[in-house]
């Protein structure tokens, strides 16, 4: 298993580590992200790589299905 963190976190690295410009203040869990992967959730959200669950929720400690997983890495092919 995966965490939404740890999957944007591994993309965002796999990318060199560029810049984000996603807001994570708009989502109401937005605040529980773990430090390290805080840069990787600007970037995936920005990017449109990881969207938000329902009620807008990032749920970064959330494990991913594969469906949820096929869907990320297709955003980013």
């Known amino acids: 298993p995966v965490t939404r963190e740890q999957l944007a976190t591994?993309?965002?690295?796999?990318?060199?580590?560029p810049g984000g410009s996603g807001?994570?203040?708009?989502?109401?869990?937005?605040?529980d992200a773990s430090?390290?992967?805080v840069p990787a959730l600007e970037?995936?959200?920005?990017?449109?790589v990881?969207?938000?669950l329902g009620g807008g929720s990032l749920a970064p400690g959330g494990?991913?299905?594969?469906?949820q997983l096929?869907?990320?890495l297709m955003r980013m092919a």
């Open 35 to 37: 430090s390290y992967a």
């Open 10 to 17: 591994i993309l965002w690295r796999q990318a060199g580590e």
């Open 43 to 48: 970037w995936a959200v920005g990017e449109g």
């Open 63 to 67: 494990v991913l299905s594969r469906a």
């Open 23 to 31: 807001d994570l203040s708009g989502c109401p869990d937005g605040d």
């Open 70 to 72: 096929a869907a990320v």
């Open 50 to 52: 990881l969207s938000g």
